[in-house]
């Protein structure tokens, strides 16, 4: 079955000196929030989020879920994966590289294991897929 | 972005390096009912409807136009095709532009501009559809 999920953002203004909001999403779990050419562009964001932010959030959360259910499916579901996704975007290219780094409790497991088990997440979680035109998507794997 | 047990009985925590926000998330919210968690998909609509605002907002000003106001709104569609799991398919974009000193047609061209301008709309387009409805109301 087919999952559609939703976002409104209105923007006020020109590029540079408007400012935008995510006014609300389906789930309503999250919104207002404040987007701005500054805060993606910029070191220092004010505040505020970007559309990379919320990339780097979504990359994060459909790898730990493809993690966590390929380790569950091996016989070894993680006690807690802390993931973070760190996205580069440079204005006139484009995202230029994404870096993940996984640190797992996983009983019973050894390292390689792990390590095996983040690439395979890495490679098929469905915005890793997504995203395949990114130059580079690092992972830095390892047992906490 | 933090995660507890397994795929389908667990969930997590999706924090932004800004601070601006720290959200709940788990499987069920993606695939079926909300139930007030979010999903990597809403996510990425989030980010596809800032990414393509912003480009708008500029290809409308290269263009001579004032903008006043522009509505974005992107759906985000997970589908489960044939033996590839689950992918993301689609990301469609729904505009309504209120903007000044530019017609109908320059602003469709503002459109077209800013959806190859917008870096995520180029990134997704390799592997799902974009489409992209855009109606300038005044």
Same mark, same amino acid.
């Given at each position: 079955m087919a999952a559609e999920r939703h976002a409104n953002v209105t923007w006020n203004g020109d590029l540079m000196a408007g400012s935008g909001t995510i006014d609300e999403v389906g789930s309503g779990v999250f919104g207002p929030l404040d987007v701005s050419w500054p805060a993606r562009s910029e070191e220092g964001s004010g505040g505020k989020t970007s559309p990379e932010e919320l990339i780097a959030a979504a990359h994060?959360?459909?790898?730990?879920?493809?993690?966590?259910?390929? /380790? #569950?499916? #091996?016989?070894?579901? %993680?006690?807690?994966? $802390?993931?973070?996704?760190?996205?580069?975007?440079? %204005? +006139?290219? =484009?995202?230029?590289?994404? #870096?993940?780094?996984?640190? +797992?409790?996983v009983p019973g497991l050894d390292a390689d294991a792990f390590r095996g088990a #983040?690439?395979?997440?890495?490679?098929?979680? %469905?915005?890793? $897929?997504? /995203?395949?035109?990114? %130059?580079?998507?690092?992972?830095?794997? $390892? /047992?906490? | 972005m933090a995660w507890a047990g397994s795929l389908s009985r667990g969930s997590g925590v999706a924090q932004a390096g800004t601070g601006a926000f720290e959200l709940p998330i788990d499987l069920p919210s993606r695939l079926g009912e909300v139930g007030g968690k979010t999903s990597p998909e809403e996510l990425l609509a989030a980010a596809h409807a800032g990414?393509? *605002?912003?480009?708008?907002?500029?290809?409308?000003?290269?263009?001579? =136009?004032?903008?006043?106001?522009?509505?974005?709104?992107?759906?985000?569609t997970l589908d489960e095709v044939g033996d590839k799991g689950h992918l993301i398919v689609s990301s469609?974009?729904?505009?309504?532009?209120?903007? &000044?000193?530019?017609?109908? &047609? +320059?602003?469709?061209?503002?459109?077209?501009?800013?959806?190859?301008?917008?870096?995520?709309? !180029? @990134?997704?387009?390799? *592997?799902?559809?974009?489409?992209?409805?855009? !109606? @300038?109301?005044?």
């Open positions: 994060a959360s459909c790898f730990s879920m493809a993690l966590a259910g390929g /380790l #569950a499916k #091996a016989g070894n579901a %993680p006690e807690r994966l $802390q993931t973070s996704a760190t996205v580069t975007f440079v %204005p +006139g290219t =484009g995202i230029t590289r994404i #870096a993940l780094a996984v640190r +797992g409790s #983040a690439e395979d997440a890495k490679k098929n979680c %469905p915005v890793s $897929q997504a /995203l395949a035109g990114v %130059p580079e998507i690092t992972l830095d794997a $390892q /047992l906490a | 990414c393509y *605002s912003t480009s708008l907002a500029g290809e409308v000003a290269r263009a001579g =136009g004032t903008v006043e106001r522009l509505d974005v709104r992107c759906t985000v469609e974009l729904d505009v309504r532009g209120n903007a &000044d000193g530019i017609d109908a &047609d +320059g602003f469709e061209r503002a459109v077209r501009a800013a959806d190859e301008g917008c870096s995520f709309s !180029t @990134l997704i387009r390799a *592997s799902a559809t974009v489409s992209v409805r855009a !109606t @300038l109301e005044s």
